[in-house]
């Protein structure tokens, strides 16, 4: 089945950047919705930023303008990079992947890297 692995997270002052990186198993990663979720404790998940198989994107009003988005088909990866980072988005990031085949939708998610800002 497949796995997603999460990396680039950590601790970085306001004003960084980080940029995380999503590693997706298989060979049809070409077929999938993408996305990054985060949770901050006793914060319900949101959905930060999705990318479809056409590479049509799209953002939380909160992270528009500092965020991006992006895929690479070739090497199975979907990043985000994160620039002007707040306190605010500090959460722990999700990577999420979806695809309806079969008549049925598939759903999976990473472990989740954690991004804290602070100074």
């Known amino acids: 089945q497949v796995q997603l692995v999460e990396s680039g997270g950590g601790l970085v002052q306001p004003g960084g950047s980080l940029r995380l990186s999503c590693a997706a198993s298989g060979s049809i990663f070409r077929f999938y919705r993408m996305g990054w979720y985060r949770q901050a404790p006793g914060k319900q998940r949101e959905l930060v930023a999705g990318i479809t198989s056409g590479n049509m994107t799209n953002y939380t009003d909160s992270v528009k303008g500092r965020f991006t988005i992006s895929r690479d088909n070739g090497k199975n990866t979907v990043y985000l990079q994160m620039n002007s980072l707040r306190p605010e988005d500090t959460a722990v990031y999700f990577c999420?992947?979806?695809?309806?085949?079969?008549?049925?939708?598939?759903?999976?998610w990473g472990q989740g890297t954690q991004v804290t800002v602070s100074s």
């Open positions: 999420n992947g979806k695809r309806t085949a079969w008549g049925r939708e598939s759903d999976y």
